[in-house]
C-alpha cells in the first residue's frame, strides 16, 4: 500500500487505516499518485476524474514526499515500513484539535484533550513498534514549530523496517 496524505487530516482516522494496514498484514510506503489523466489538469477537476472511480492509469513518485503525523501514523499500522531516500518527515510538537460539534471548546479544555491524544498516539506507535522517542523527540525541538525528522533517524525509531 502507497500512503499519499495531505495535511490537516484527522490522525485518529490514520491511526484507524494504520491498525486496518496491520491487521490485514500489508505492507506500507510512502509515496505520491500521479495519475496521468490530471495531467495539467486544475485540482478540482482532477478530483472529480477520481471521484467517478474505475482504474486510473497512474504513477509512484517516490522522492521528494513529505510524510506528516497522519502520515506517520498510517505508516506505523505497515508490517513492512519503507520512506523512499529523498522522502521527508516533517512533524509539529503541537497537535490541534478541533470539535466540529462543539467549536467553543476553551482553551483548557482543548489542552486536555491534546495531552490524552498525544498519550494515545505515543500507545499506539509503541504498539507498532515505532519508537516513542519520536513525539518527545519532535515536542523538545520544535518548539511548536515543525521539525524534520532526519533520513539518519528512520531506522532507529523504527519508522522504517528492515
Not at 49 to 63: F, H
Not at 76 to 87: T, W
Not at 132 to 142: K, N, Q, Y
Request: proline fraction near 5%.
Amino acid at each position: 500500500m502507497v500512503i499519499n496524505v495531505k495535511p490537516g487530516s484527522d490522525l485518529t482516522v490514520a491511526a484507524s487505516l494504520g491498525r486496518i494496514l496491520r491487521g490485514r498484514g500489508i505492507d506500507a510506503a510512502v509515496a505520491a499518485t500521479e495519475v496521468e489523466a490530471c495531467n495539467g489538469k486544475p485540482e478540482e477537476e482532477c478530483f472529480a476524474l477520481k471521484r467517478r472511480g474505475g482504474p486510473l492509469d497512474a504513477k509512484e513518485k517516490l522522492s521528494g514526499v513529505p510524510c506528516e503525523l497522519a502520515c506517520v501514523l498510517m505508516l506505523a499500522g505497515g508490517v513492512h515500513r519503507s520512506l523512499p531516500p529523498g522522502n521527508r518527515v516533517i512533524l509539529t510538537a503541537r497537535m490541534q484539535i478541533y470539535d466540529r460539534l462543539a467549536p467553543n471548546v476553551s482553551a483548557e479544555h482543548r489542552e486536555s484533550l491534546t495531552t490524552i491524544f498525544t498519550d494515545q498516539f505515543r500507545r499506539y506507535l509503541s504498539e507498532m513498534g515505532i519508537g516513542h522517542e519520536l513525539f518527545d523527540v519532535t515536542a523538545d525541538r520544535a518548539g511548536g514549530r515543525y521539525v524534520e525528522v532526519p533520513a539518519s533517524e528512520w531506522a532507529r525509531l523504527h519508522l522504517v523496517t528492515q
